[in-house]
């Protein structure tokens, strides 16, 4: 079945720097790829998104690139604030499987001043 | 963004009572799951519905039960709660018109805990 490895955290980083958390998968056909971010006490919202190979989905400073050849779909952010720390969650949707996603263990990072 | 509200946000119950949790959507959206979410496992889907009164199992769905007898609820039923279903359980939503996209849009979570 359909599988999602992110790295694990948790991440801690200082203000300023240079952020990837990898993410890689397991699919059958061409699923869609996700980066979902949450907050302390919140829901999960959408980060980015890639629909196909080889697009990249951006939001918010934060990248990813859909690598079909390596399976891969790494995040990453030039500069990080301390807003941004959150859990951060890698996940595909296939297209034939009634939108249903399947998520990544999720990824906590922490951003100091 | 959608709205979505779930009820209880908190709830403390005894193992053996039943239990449901209620989501409720103002987005029309076709689709709806129920995940639940617990430290080292991320999300794991329970439930789904992609219409109303069509639902089908997810990977963990052992022990509850769901029903959709509008477009705008889902409710998720624990029959007889256990320890093991202490976690946080979050609704999702998808809209569906043509192609699925696969992107989510989340309530904020009922954090339920059966001692």
């Known amino acids: 079945g359909d599988s999602v490895t992110q790295m694990e955290g948790p991440v801690t980083l200082s203000e300023e720097a240079f952020l990837t958390i990898n993410c890689t998968y397991t699919?059958?056909?061409?699923?869609?790829l996700f980066w979902y971010v949450q907050y302390p006490g919140e829901g999960l919202q959408l980060l980015l998104k890639?629909?196909?190979?080889?697009d990249k989905g951006s939001n918010k400073g934060f990248e990813a690139t859909y690598r079909k050849e390596t399976t891969s779909f790494h995040l990453e952010k030039g500069s990080v604030q301390v807003s941004d720390s959150a859990v951060y969650f890698c996940a595909l949707s296939a297209q034939d499987n009634a939108g249903k996603s399947t998520f990544g263990d999720g990824t906590t990072l922490t951003v100091k001043p | 963004d959608a709205g979505i509200t779930q009820s209880p946000r908190h709830k403390v119950t005894e193992t053996g009572t039943p239990v449901t949790l209620r989501c409720h959507q103002t987005e029309n959206h076709r689709y709806m799951y129920w995940y639940r979410q617990d430290p080292g496992h991320g999300l794991r889907l329970i439930h789904y519905?992609?219409?109303?009164?069509?639902?089908d199992k997810g990977e963990v769905s052992d022990g509850y039960s769901v029903s959709r007898s509008k477009t705008e609820d889902f409710l998720l039923t624990l029959e007889s709660a256990t320890s093991s279903q202490t976690s946080v359980y979050f609704c999702a939503t998808q809209r569906a018109g043509g192609r699925v996209t696969g992107e989510l849009f989340f309530g904020e979570g009922s954090r339920l805990t059966v001692l």
């Open positions: 890639a629909t196909k190979a080889d």
């Open positions: 699919a059958t056909g061409y699923p869609s």
């Open positions: 519905s992609y219409g109303v009164k069509d639902t």
